[in-house]
Every structure is written in C-alpha cells, then in structure tokens.
C-alpha cells in the first residue's frame, strides 16, 4: 500500500498537480494537508490530519455509489469524512472547489483542540553545527565525553 501511495505521489494527474500546488506547504488557510495518504486499506488523494478530512479527486471512472459506500466506512472506521470534487471542476472551476473546501474544513471540528493553528507542531529541531553552552551541558554528557 506505501510503495502504490509512493508511486501515485510521483505519477500526478493534472487536477492533482493544480490542486496540490494550492494546499501545499499549509498554504490554505494555515490547514496541512498529506498527498496520497494511506489510510487504513485506502489511498486518499488529500488528508487534512487536523481536520479528519479526506479530499477526493473523482475522474469519469469512478462509481458513485462504490465511493459513497467506501466514504462511510472510512467515516465509521476512523471518524473522517470525505468531499469529493470532480478532475473538472478543479480544471474549470478552482475557485469553486477552493471555496467549497474551505466550507467543509470549516464544518471540522479540530481533532486537537487547543493547539495553536490546525496542526500540532513539532518539537525544535536542533540546528546542525549548534553546541550547547555550558550552563546547558549535564553532568552525565561531561563524564560520557571522558
């Protein structure tokens, strides 16, 4: 399942590609988004971890009622939802699939409260070549240094 989530993340569709490059890097609203996610025995298209929200990119294959069946019980087996959009209406219609995104991650609830912004943060990095001041230094890494 990672190594198909691997290969779909370099093999974009173009409505992919359009739609990424808008929700990339917390671009949208400050909202982080994951790209062809797995999630239990499913690839989604787009995650939104903070929201629960999974974002659908339906071509003409799809099935309608398959895909509905599929989105409650993703609904009932993790708690996320899924909005769905069309390959076309990302192609002729971003402003619209952008608004009605924002609807939807509005309608979450945070899956964290309490947290600054809609994505927990990361503790620091330490910075590569940074050294600690003595006053930092424990007693323990002086006598491992020895």
């Known amino acids: 399942m990672l190594r198909r989530a691997a290969l779909l993340r370099r093999n974009p569709t ?7 490059h808008a929700l990339r890097g917390s671009r949208f609203d400050g909202h982080k988004f994951r790209r062809q996610a797995s999630i239990g025995n499913r690839i989604a298209d787009f995650f939104c971890p903070a929201k629960g929200l999974i974002v659908e990119l339906d071509g003409n294959t799809h099935d309608r009622a398959a895909d509905l069946e599929r989105d409650a019980d993703m609904k009932a087996r993790f708690g996320y939802s899924t909005v769905r959009f069309t390959n076309e209406d990302v192609m002729r219609n ?15 609830p945070d899956r964290w409260p309490g947290c600054a912004g809609t994505t927990p943060q990361p503790p620091p990095l330490k910075r590569r070549g940074s ?4 006053s ?10 020895e």
Do not use: F, N, Y
Not at 136 to 145: A, F
């Open 94 to 108: 971003m402003d619209g699939v952008l608004t009605a995104l924002q609807e939807a991650l509005d309608a979450q």
């Open 131 to 134: 050294r600690k001041h003595a």
């Open 136 to 145: 930092e230094v424990s007693p323990l890494s002086e006598k491992e240094g």
């Open 14 to 20: 173009e409505p992919e590609i359009r739609l990424w």
